[in-house]
C-alpha cells in the first residue's frame, strides 16, 4: 500500500469514531501492553544487534519505561478522557463550561535511533490512549528494532488504527508531505526545521523533540566525588548517545583537580581498565557518527579516555582538556562519549559560556548552595533539568518532558503525552431559563449593567 492510501485509510477508519470508545482504546492499549511483555527479550536482543546495547540498559532506558507508560495510559485514560467541569462565567449566567479531550485525528510519529524502541512506543501509548491513529516511523539506523517495531504492532493493531512505516529520508519525507492532524517528531534540530517547515504547509500542530548542547555546571560547594560518579553514569549511558547526557562541564577551578581523579576512577569502576572489553558500554551508531565524533578528538588533550577503534566504532569514555569555544566539539551538540571540560573562576564566566548557545535541552548544576541552583534555574531557559545528578527528571513522568526555543516545542510523559494528543476544546452549554437583556442592541442605557457584570468597576 502507498503512503497517501495507508493515510487514507486511516482517516476513514478515524471518521468511524470507533477510537473514540474509551473501551476500543483501553482493549488495544492491554493489547500492546500484553505483546511487549511477550517480545521484550526479542527486543533487548534488537537494541544489542544494533548499536551493542546491553540488556541491564535495555530494561532501565527502553522496555521498562515503555510497559509504565502503558499501564500508565490503561490505568488513566478513563478519567484523562472524561470532560472536564469548570467554572462558567458570569457573563454567560445561566450556564455550565466543560472542556473536552478530543483526539486529533490521524497522527504522524518520526522516531529516532538513540532510544529506538522507547522514543518510538513511549508517544505512541500517549496517541492511542487521546483516540487517534498513529503512522509510526522507527529510525532506519536501528534496523533491527525498527523491524520489532513493526512485527509488534503489525500484530496488535488494526492497520487502519496503528502502522509503521519503515524507512529513510525518502519515506520521512513523503510522509511528511502528506496532510495529518498531528506531527510528533523526536531527532535533530535540522531535520525539526524540516518537519515544522511541512507542518507549516497544513498548519498541522507539531511537538518536536530535539537536542542541543545542555551545561553541566559544577560549583565550588559541590560534592564532587558523588558528582563524577552521577555525570559518569548521565554521560556514558547509551554510549554518550542521550539527548539530555550533560554535554559540557563548566566546572570551579579550585575543583578540577580532585573531580578527574574521582572521574577517571568513577570510569574504571563503571567499564573497567578498557571499555572497550565491556559489556556494558555500547558503541557509536554507524560510521557517520564515528567520523563525526573522532574529528572532535583531533587536536585536543585528555585527561581521562580519548581512545578509539573505526572497525568497532568504538570511542571510549573521554574527558576533553580545557577545549577552545571555537574547537569543533564546542561547535554543535556532541552526542557521544566524549565530554569537554572547562573550568571558570567567576561566576559570570558561566554566563558568558552558557549564553554563546540557543537555549538547552537539559541543564544541570551540582552544588551544595541552594540560592546558586534557584538563581541559575531563573536566569536560564531550558527544556529541563536537575541539581545533583544528571538525567534523572526523565525518568518522573510528572514532569513535562521536553524542549525550549532550538531544543524542543511540547512536552510529553504520562498525562502530558495525553494531553499532547489532545485538542483540548472548550464548550459552555447554556440555559434557557433565563435571558439576560444587558448584551443585546439597542445598548443605550446598558453600559453601566455591563461594567458591573464585568466587573469593570
Ligand atoms: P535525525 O533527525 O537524523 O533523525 C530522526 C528521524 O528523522 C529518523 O526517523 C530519520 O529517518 C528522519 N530523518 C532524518 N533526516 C531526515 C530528513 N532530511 N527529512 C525527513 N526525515 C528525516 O536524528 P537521529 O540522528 O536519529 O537522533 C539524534 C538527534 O535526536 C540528536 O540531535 C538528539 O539530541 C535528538 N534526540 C532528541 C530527543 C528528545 O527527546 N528531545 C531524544 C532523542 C534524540
Known sequence: MTIPQILEKQRTFFATQQTKDISYRKKSLQKLLKEIIRRERDILKALHDDFRKSEYEGVMTETSIVISEVKTMIK???????????????????????????????TLIIAPWNYPYQLAFS?????????????????????????ICKEIIERVFDPNHVTVVEGGIPESQELLAQRWDYIFFTGSVPVGRIVAKAAAEYLTPVTLELGGKSPCIIDDSANIKLAAKRIVWGKFINGGQTCIAPDYLLIHKRNKDEFVKAFTEEIIKAYGENPETSDDFPRIVNSRNFDR??????????????????????????????????????????????????SYEKEKDLHSIISKYDKPLAFYVFTNKKSFAKKLIKQYSFGGGTINDTTVHFANHNLPFGGVGESGIGGYHGKHTFDTFSHKKGVVIRGNWLDIPTRYAPYKGKLKQLRTLMKLG
Open 76 to 106: 488513566n485514560v478513563s478519567s484523562w478522557a472524561t470532560p472536564k467541569r469548570v467554572m462558567p462565567a458570569l457573563l454567560n449566567f445561566p450556564s455550565s463550561a466543560k472542556i473536552y479531550s478530543e483526539p486529533y485525528g490521524t
Open 123 to 147: 508517544p505512541l501509548a500517549g496517541a492511542i490512549a487521546a483516540g487517534n491513529t498513529v503512522v509510526l516511523k522507527p529510525s532506519e539506523l536501528t534496523p533491527n528494532t525498527s523491524t
Open 293 to 342: 565524533l573522532h574529528k572532535m578528538l583531533e587536536n585536543e588533550s585528555f585527561l581521562a579516555g580519548g581512545k578509539t577503534n573505526r572497525d568497532q566504532y568504538y570511542i571510549s569514555p573521554t574527558l576533553l582538556d580545557e577545549p577552545s569555544l571555537e574547537s569543533e566539539v564546542m561547535k554543535g551538540e556532541i552526542f557521544g562519549p566524549i565530554l569537554p571540560l572547562i
